[in-house]
């Protein structure tokens, strides 16, 4: 289906190149690691180029690792993930727009910036 769409085909292309890349970080929110040619992108990036992945997810973790066992590379994947915040969206970031521990520590953890 990808390959019938120039725009999403050019999207996968780029997501590949950057994860070819060494010692790159990624950010996963709201991926349910059911797509084999994604999860097979990311495998050889966490593999042969030190990926490290940091997923945010309103599942808890242990839930989300029994789950892992049963998608494509799934077992593969988990040996890059980093860091795994147990938040939904609103958690990291309030409505009321305040600073949350959430967003401050997924901040350090994934950019290295501080926030006082």
């Known amino acids: 289906q990808m390959k019938r769409e ?8 780029l997501f590949r190149e950057v994860l070819e890349r060494k010692n790159q970080k990624i950010l996963i929110i ?3 690691f059911a797509d084999e040619h994604i999860n097979k992108v990311i ?3 966490v593999e042969d180029q030190n990926l490290r992945i940091f ?3 309103p599942q808890d973790h242990s839930n989300f690792m029994k789950a ?8 593969e994947l988990t040996q890059g993930i980093e860091q795994y915040y147990h938040n939904d969206l609103a958690q990291i970031f309030p409505p009321d727009q305040s600073v949350s521990i959430y967003y401050k520590n997924l901040r350090k953890d ?3 910036l501080n926030i006082r």
């Not at 120039?6 to 292309?13: A, E, G, H, I, T």
């Not at 892992?68 to 077992?75: A, C, L, R, V």
Request: a negative charge.
């Open 6 to 13: 120039p725009l999403l085909d050019w999207y996968f292309d």
């Open 30 to 32: 709201g991926y349910g």
């Open 43 to 45: 495998r050889h990036a």
């Open 55 to 57: 997923i945010v997810s």
């Open 68 to 75: 892992m066992d049963d998608k494509p590379f799934g077992k």
């Open 110 to 112: 994934f950019f290295g």
